[in-house]
C-alpha cells in the first residue's frame, strides 16, 4: 500500500503509519520514497527519519517479495531522473535488467556478486540523487532481505512466490465443468482433460501465461503462491452438478 506522506521533517515510522490509519502489525518493511530512499524494518519503527512532502511510503506485509519490491522501487527512480552519467544511467539499466531476470526466473547466481560490487559504486559516483539511490536501495535491500533475494539467483525460487513468474495454475475440482475451453486455449500442451472431465495442469509443462485462466468461464483455474489446492493427478470424472 502507497501513502503520500504530505509533511516534512523528523518523525519515525510508527507516528506516520499511526497517522496514515495503518497498522504496524503484520508488515515486514516499509519503504520510504526519494528523497529518504530507504527501507525500514519493524525494529527501526521508532527510530527518527528525515521526511519530505513529496515522499511516500509503501508497506510490506509478510507475503510481498522484496526481490520484486527492489525492481519497482530501482525502476521508479530509475523513470525519476534524466540523468546521463554512467553510474546513475548505465549502472541503474543494469542492476534493472538483474533484478527483471531474478523476478522472471531467469537470475544467474553470479547476479548476486554483480549487484554487491555495482550498488556501493553507484552509490558514490553516481551524480543525480536517484542514481546514489538506487544504489543505496540495493545494498541495504541484500543486507536486510538477501535471505529472501538471493534465492531468486541461486535457485530460481521465490520464497514467498510473490513474484508472478513463480506461482503456479491449478484447476479446482470444486468448479471444473469439464468443458474443455482451457484445452484449446493452451498453446504449451500443459492440460490434460476431456468432455465431462475435470481438467488437470501438467506443472511440468505449465509456462504460466494464465491464458487458460482467462479461456474458463467457470472461474475454476485459479493461481497459487506457496498455499496450493489440492489437485487430482490426472483428470477425474466431473463432480459439480
Ligand atoms: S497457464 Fe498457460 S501454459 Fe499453463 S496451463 Fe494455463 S494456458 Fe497452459
Ligand atoms: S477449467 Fe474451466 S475451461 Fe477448463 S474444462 Fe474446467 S470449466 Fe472448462
Known amino acids: 500500500m502507497d501513502y503520500v506522506i504530505a509533511e516534512s521533517g523528523t518523525t519515525t515510522v510508527s507516528d506516520l503509519l499511526a497517522k496514515l490509519g495503518d497498522e504496524t502489525e503484520g508488515l515486514k518493511a516499509v519503504w520510504v520514497s526519494y528523497p529518504t530512499a530507504c527501507f525500514v524494518t519493524p525494529d527501526h519503527f521508532g527510530d527518527e527519519i528525515e521526511v ?11 507475503d510481498d517479495c522484496m526481490a520484486s519490491a527492489l525492481r519497482t522501487i530501482v525502476d521508479e527512480l530509475r523513470m525519476a531522473t534524466e540523468c546521463t552519467c554512467t553510474f546513475g544511467h548505465e549502472g541503474g539499466y543494469q542492476i534493472s535488467v538483474i533484478l527483471a531476470d ?18 556501493p559504486v553507484m552509490a558514490s559516483q553516481a551524480i543525480c540523487g536517484e542514481g546514489k539511490a538506487i544504489g543505496r536501495a540495493v545494498t541495504q535491500a541484500l543486507d536486510l532481505f538477501g535471505s529472501e533475494i538471493e534465492p531468486h539467483f541461486a535457485k530460481r525460487q521465490c520464497p514467498t512466490f510473490g513474484c508472478d ?9 470444486s468448479k471444473c465443468t469439464g468443458c474443455g475451453a482451457c484445452l484449446k486455449a493452451c498453446d504449451d500442451g500443459a492440460i490434460l482433460g476431456k468432455a465431462k472431465f475435470v481438467h488437470v495442469i501438467d506443472q511440468r509443462k505449465c509456462t504460466q501465461c494464465g491464458l487458460c485462466r482467462e479461456a474458463c468461464p467457470e472461474g475454476a483455474v485459479v493461481r497459487a503462491g506457496a498455499k496450493k489446492p489440492k489437485t487430482p493427478p490426472k483428470p477425474i470424472p466431473v463432480k459439480r452438478k
Open 102 to 119: 531474478a523476478c522472471t526466473k531467469r537470475g544467474k547466481p553470479t547476479d548476486v556478486a554483480l549487484l554487491r560490487d555495482l550498488a
Open 52 to 62: 519530505s512532502a513529496e515522499s511516500t511510503l509503501r508497506t510490506y506485509g509478510t
Open 165 to 173: 513468474a513463480f506461482k503456479t495454475y491449478h484447476i479446482l475440482v
